[in-house]
């Protein structure tokens, strides 16, 4: 455990992954069955139609791969911050 200032950080072995399961550009099933996958079973997916489905599919993966994009704009802002020597520790040690 490391402890940096307020926030008390646990290290562990397992496997980090920074990627939402929701984030799966390279699925080809059809849209209603993968926004099952994601949301679970919401009687709401049932009552769209084929290209609604398609259309809420294309927009979360949008919004993914958008979120995906400025949450790396964020982590190297933020290395910024750490001397240029200490950088390539700190990336190992955060997993990115």
Known sequence: ???LGRVTVRVTDAPRTMECRMVD???TD???TVLRD????????EALSDEQAEELLHAIRVAGRGHREKMRA???R???HIPALLRPG??????V
């Open 90 to 95: 700190v990336r190992k040690v955060l997993g």
């Open 30 to 32: 059809d849209a209603r």
């Open 78 to 80: 933020s290395l910024g």
């Open 25 to 27: 550009d390279a699925r």
């Open 38 to 45: 994601w949301l679970g079973e919401l009687p709401a997916l």
């Open 1 to 3: 455990m490391v402890w």
């Open 74 to 76: 964020a982590q190297e």
